[in-house]
């Protein structure tokens, strides 16, 4: 099984035994909820970044296992069953996002336009990485998430987004070039190394 | 720092938390699976039932009608059996009979007609007949009145 450097950050990597899975095609509660044991931190902690709500990624957790007990005699094992999972977790976000109509804007210019720059950051929150991430719109904030956290690179972006790579590859710039705004007063930034991906 | 070099990474902000779903989360996630199945069962039974009604529907009522509609001579002879079959419940000692003797009449030109191998077209007139015959005897065995002929 292929797993990302990312993936086993996020736990979408875990691997699930043959056993487990067979039985859970088979409708199994007892393989349902093992599954749901490894899988629903990944989900939600997914869920939460790009939502930034409990309740908004309980929800999604709902959906995406539901939609998984369902979908799981269709499951044919040709992606890891993490990868399945995280894809249905990551459609189910943005289904909620577009259902709340966050995902209009699809300009990068007009998605930035109302961003607030430091005024009212508190010096907490600099190092608060989540409050940051909330602070940086819908859109850009899952584009941040997905491709920094969760390894999806431009291409699959474009995919999910129907858009050109260069624009995902712009929402993402100018996300991190506003993160880094927000921490400069407070934080010294040193260039590491990193997974590079297309 | 150039655009293309930077990262969350690169920004070294704190570590991103991860996050556990509530407790019971599991436990409302197997309740709505679970009412969810059940629904779908009902509905599917309900389902099937309404086809198996709709089914006997069909079977019971769609033949009338389409043989009424292929061959108006067999509807006019169910009718006639029908009539035929109301008069004989009446009492017959009222029917008058003038009333009697068209309705042999109507048979006999009947019977003559199909001896002769008579058309379609010859011989639904003559089952109306016995009808409109028949009916007026039923109506006139139920009044106990006399008909009037112009």
Redesign the interface.
Known sequence: MNMTPTESRTGFAQEVDAVTLARARRGDGTAHAALYRIFSRPCFTLAMRVLGSSAAAEDIVQDVFLKMMDAIRSYRGDAPFGAWLKRMTVNAAIDQLRSQRHLDKDDPERLFANVSDTTGLLASDAHDVMALLQRLPPRARLILVLHELEGYTHKELAELFGQTESYSKSILSRSLKRLQEWLAPNTVVEMQPWPSRS | ?A????????????????????PN??A???A??HR?QQRGRTLRWGSGLAAMLALATVVALAPRPQIAAANPLAQLERRSHELELAYAGLSQAASPLESEAELRAVELALQQAYDRGAAVDELLPLWQQRNDVLSNLIVLAADGAQPTRI
């Open positions: 720092m655009e293309q070099e930077l990262s969350l990474k690169a920004l070294r902000l704190a570590a991103l938390p991860e996050f556990d779903p509530p989360l599991w409302r996630i197997e709505e699976h969810r």
